[in-house]
């Protein structure tokens, strides 16, 4: 093996690896009950029917998370609830191609518990078993569900601002510009964040509305209601 052939693979092999320190990124899965709704000052779209995104690609560095607990119970004579807590924003430091779990903690399996719950529950950020970051709901901003079709609308297709306002109310406390956070990583089959007019979100709202069974509607109803 002479000594051009080993000059040539340590080059390739040092090109590999600063290939993978440069594109290297923080994964960050979310556990069930939990929905993101807004990363870094930017809203995170979420569906009515659909089910919310379990993996989110970011960039290593500062971030801020806002989610909310969300748990559809399934109780008796056909009938369900929906529980859903207010958004809670925690600021977290994730390191450079590591993987985090994004979860409320404690949550309980009986309904009536959860109930009580949904009042003031507890975003974390974890790391295998260690908790790295986590933040309480506080009592006063505790909600179960939107309440009108209007905040109902604005949830499901562009997204309550309460969300982004959570979000960069938690970035304005750290001092922090938007744009000294890193964005979401929008590539592949990432979540776009994006934000929609409220005569297109009505649209798709009436869209889905005539698409939907009538299991369906009588959940809208529900939801509307709440």
């Known amino acids: 093996m002479n000594k051009q052939y080993l000059w040539t693979a340590a080059a390739l ?15 960050l899965n979310v556990t069930d009950n939990t929905v993101v709704t807004a990363i870094n000052g930017q809203e995170v779209k979420n569906g009515l029917l659909s089910k919310p995104q379990k993996t989110y690609k970011l960039e290593p560095g500062k971030h801020v998370i806002t989610a909310k607990y969300n748990r559809l119970y399934e109780l008796r004579g056909d009938n369900h609830d929906v529980l859903r807590s207010s958004n809670i924003s925690v ?10 779990v994004l979860d409320m903690l404690g949550q309980p399996e009986d309904y009536n518990a ?10 974390a950020v974890l790391q295998g078993k260690q908790i790295i970051a986590s933040q309480q709901a506080t009592s006063s901003s505790s909600s179960s569900i939107f309440s009108g079709l209007g905040n109902a609308l604005g ?36 979540a776009v964040v994006t934000t929609v007019s409220s005569s297109d979100s009505l649209d798709q709202f009436m869209q889905l509305w005539l698409r939907a069974t009538p299991a369906e509607r009588d959940k809208i109803r529900q939801w509307v209601q709440k």
């Open 91 to 100: 600021p977290v430091e994730l390191a450079d191609n590591q993987t985090y």
């Open 155 to 190: 949830g499901v297709f562009s997204g309550s601002s309460k969300a982004v306002e959570a979000n960069q109310q938690t970035i304005n406390a750290l001092g922090q510009s938007g744009g000294a956070i890193p964005a979401i990583n929008q590539s592949g089959n990432q």
């Open 114 to 123: 959860a109930k009580e719950y949904v009042k003031q529950p507890t975003l």
């Open 13 to 27: 092999t040092a090109g590999v690896l600063a290939t993978t320190q440069t594109f290297a990124q923080v994964t």
